[in-house]
Structures are given as structure tokens and as C-alpha cells.
């Protein structure tokens, strides 16, 4: 399939959300009014001052956390591309966009309650910290209308096209990554998985499986671009359909689920006897493929090499 072929089932959806960290650099004026010798600093090719709060991380939280929620919204529904774009099937781009359009909304009305206690909020900063730092503080304060800009939450999706009177346009490029990129999300997704959710358990519940069923819708979007995306589909419904309806996952269940996790959809994309070494498991050929502790009955850490 060539590069138009491919992006014609695609649109580009780019995320352009800024925050306001309420941070500012710290610079050896601010510690020589407290007192501090800066003479005495290392230098600056050595190491940095970092930065100084003004406001407590609390009341600027909800910004990130928004902004992450956006991302992993399009990372769900497709893959990156391009950079900070996002390569989304057309038949996902509305309802990713109305998702989009919902946090959005909450976003602006984060905002409007934050820019309303603004001030209130830099005051309860300034009284929680030494009384020493407070003109420091207040010297760092932005106003209202610098912090109204600073904070912003917009999205646009686009066509691409190969340009017709370019012969090197490095679409082609990015495209082909295309693939690669989607194995990499599908492996850290798999391998953080595994790591949070399987390692130590001798059993685990239904809800342990939403990952996989995600990693799934993911790749069944992207089909069309690679015949072994379709082969990794098929392996997944076949696991899953082996496992009891109800109840929790153990012994040989718990084993086949791990390994789907932990071995193939964790190195999907690259072979699995190059990277997977296990960890407290018997070194016996015939025990090679448990994932699962014989001493202790739970599943054994894995160490990929990336």
C-alpha cells in the first residue's frame, strides 16, 4: 500500500494544549537576599538553580492532569505521527473529537475557577512558606492576563497529502514508521501492564484485562497498516476467549494471560527470543514458557531489553 493509499484512512489530529506550571527559574539574586553566599555556588556548567514555586502545584494540578487524559485519548485511538500529531482512523476522528471538545470544556472551566482564586491562592502560598521568601515570592508573580494567555486547550484535525510537485517531502518516511511506532506504544503499554498488574499476583479479576481489550481496539483501527496487525487481533480474541467468563483468572489461565502480556504483546514487533529473559524462573527447557513462580505460585518479573 503506498503513503496516499494509507493516509487517505487517516487524519492528523494535533493537540496544541499550554500550560502554567506556576514555577519560575530561581536565580543567586533570589538566594543572596536570604543570606546565601553565591560566591560560593557552583558554577553554572556544573549545575543549574532549577525554580521556585509561587503558587502551590495543588491548584495548577487539574491542568496537567487534563492534558494528560487528551493524549491518552488519542493515543487509544491511534498512533503518533509527525511529531505532536496523532495518526487517527477517519471512522474515530468524531467521537475522539467530541471527547476532545468535552475536556476542552473542562479545561476553560478549570480555568475561570483558577483565574478567580488566583490571587487568594498566591497569599495561601506565601503564608505556608518562610516568612523570608514572601517578597521573593510576591516579586515573581504573574498577573492575570500573562497567566490567561499561558493556559490554553485546543485541538484541530486535518487531511494529509503527498504534495504533487515534491519528490522529496519525507512523508514516505514518517509513514513507513508508521508501524514501528504502533509496535513501540503497544509494547510499553504491554510491558507497564505486566509490570503493574500480573507481577506478584496469583490470581487477578476481569478489570485486569481492560488494558489488553484497549490494546486491541487500538490495533483493529489501525489494520490497514501492516497484515500482522490482523495476527496479533486474532491472538489476543483467542486468549481471551479461553479464559472463564466470571471469576477470578489463576494456574494456567493466569499463566496464558501473563504470557500474552508479558511475552508477545510486550515484544510485538521485534523477536521474542532476543528479548525476553525471565527472572526466578526454573532454568529447565520444559518450564521455559511459565511466567509463573513454581515456588510461590505468582508471576515472575520479566527484564526486556528496550
Known amino acids: 500500500m503506498n503513503t496516499q493509499n494509507i493516509l487517505d484512512q487517516l487524519n492528523l489530529v494535533v ?14 539574586g533570589d ?3 536570604n543570606g546565601v553566599d553565591v560566591g560560593k555556588l557552583p558554577p553554572d556548567t556544573l549545575a543549574t538553580l532549577g525554580s521556585k514555586r509561587i503558587i502551590s502545584p495543588d491548584a495548577v494540578k487539574i491542568f496537567m492532569q487534563l492534558k494528560r487524559q487528551a493524549m491518552k485519548l488519542c493515543l487509544s485511538n ?3 505521527f509527525g ?12 467521537p475522539l473529537t467530541l471527547e476532545l471538545k468535552r475536556l476542552k ?3 476553560e472551566t478549570a480555568k475561570a475557577n483558577f483565574l478567580s482564586v488566583y490571587e487568594e491562592e498566591v497569599e495561601k502560598w506565601i503564608d505556608s512558606n518562610p516568612t523570608e ?21 485546543s485541538y484541530s484535525a486535518f487531511d494529509v497529502k503527498v504534495p504533487a510537485d515534491l519528490v522529496e517531502n519525507g512523508l514516505d518516511e514518517e509513514v513507513n514508521s508508521l508501524y514501528g511506532q504502533l509496535c513501540h506504544e503497544v509494547r ?13 499476583k496469583q490470581e487477578i479479576t476481569h478489570k485486569t484485562l481492560r488494558p489488553i481489550k484497549a490494546i486491541r481496539e487500538k490495533l483493529n483501527g489501525l489494520l490497514f497498516l501492516d497484515p500482522s496487525i490482523a495476527q496479533a487481533i486474532q491472538i489476543i480474541d483467542d486468549t481471551l476467549n479461553k479464559l472463564p467468563a466470571q471469576g477470578t483468572i489463576k494456574g494456567t489461565d493466569l499463566n496464558m494471560i501473563a504470557g500474552l502480556v508479558g511475552s508477545q504483546l510486550a515484544s510485538m514487533g521485534r523477536p521474542v527470543q532476543q528479548e525476553l529473559v525471565t527472572e526466578d524462573i526454573d532454568d529447565e527447557p520444559e518450564e521455559a514458557e511459565t511466567l509463573i513462580n513454581q515456588n510461590t505460585g505468582k508471576v515472575a518479573p520479566i527484564t526486556w531489553d528496550f
Open 15 to 28: 493537540l496544541n494544549i499550554t500550560l502554567w506550571q506556576g514555577r519560575k527559574a530561581l536565580k543567586s
Open 31 to 33: 538566594l543572596a537576599a
Open 78 to 80: 491511534g498512533v503518533r
Open 83 to 94: 511529531g505532536d500529531g496523532y495518526a487517527i482512523p477517519r471512522e474515530r476522528v468524531e
Open 105 to 107: 470544556g473542562e479545561f
Open 133 to 153: 521568601w514572601a517578597p521573593i515570592i510576591r516579586a515573581s508573580v504573574d498577573s492575570l492576563g500573562h497567566i490567561k494567555k499561558s493556559l490554553s486547550f
Open 188 to 200: 510499553v503499554t504491554a510491558r507497564q501492564t505486566f509490570e503493574n498488574s500480573f507481577v506478584g
